[in-house]
C-alpha cells in the first residue's frame, strides 16, 4: 500500500455496548447506516445482560456476547467482526461520514493500528489537553485490522490501561505500527 494515498478500505464497526441501552444503540446504528449504507456492524454487549434487553438490541443490530469488562467485549467483538478492518466505537456515538477515505491514507499494511488524536480545551478554545498515544487515546475510532489481532491476541481482563499499554507492547514487538490521526469525526 501506498503511504498518504486514498484507499479502498474493506471494514465493518464494532459497536462497544457496556450499558445495553436499545435507545442509543439505535442512534448509532442509524449514523452507521446514513454514512456507510453498505458497511457491516455488530453489537457487543455483556454476559449479564437481561435476556429481555437482549431481544431489543438484536432487532436493532446482529449481536455478541463479551464478559462485563471493555477489554473482554473489545476481544469478542474482533473475534466475530468483519474479516478486515474494524472500527471500534462505543454505543451512543454518531459516526460521521468519511472515516474510511481519512483512514486509508494512513494504512501501508495490515499491522497498522490507527486511532484518533483528541484534545480537551478551555473556555477560550484552545487545547489544554492532547491525547494522541494509544494508551491515552478515546475507544471510539480505534481501526484495527481482525487478522492483526488474532496475532497479537487478546487484550487482558486487566485495568483498560493496563490492557491496552501490554497488547500494545506485544503489537509493537510483532512489527505493528501505531497511528495517531487527527480530525477523526465520532461523537
Known sequence: MT?????????????LTP?????????T?????????NQSHLCVVGDSINPDVLKELKI??????????ITSLI???????????NVIVMCGCWVHGGLDRKF????????D????????YNREGKPVEIFSNFMDCTLNGILIHQKTFKEVGDMT??????????????????????????????I
Open 3 to 15: 503511504l498518504y494515498q486514498p484507499k479502498s478500505l474493506d471494514f465493518g464497526f464494532i459497536i
Open 19 to 27: 450499558d445495553n441501552n436499545p435507545a442509543l444503540l439505535k442512534y
Open 29 to 37: 446504528v442509524n449514523s452507521i447506516k446514513r454514512n456507510y449504507p
Open 60 to 69: 436493532i443490530s446482529p449481536v455478541v456476547k463479551g464478559r462485563d469488562t
Open 75 to 85: 476481544n469478542a467483538g474482533m473475534k466475530k467482526g468483519h474479516k478486515g478492518w
Open 104 to 111: 486509508s491514507y494512513f494504512l501501508e499494511s495490515e499491522k
Open 113 to 120: 493500528v490507527i486511532f484518533p488524536i483528541i484534545a480537551n
Open 157 to 186: 481482563d486487566d485495568s483498560l490501561e493496563k490492557s491496552r499499554m501490554m497488547w500494545a507492547a506485544t503489537a509493537i514487538d510483532m512489527g505493528c505500527k501505531f497511528k495517531s490521526v487527527l480530525g477523526v469525526k465520532i
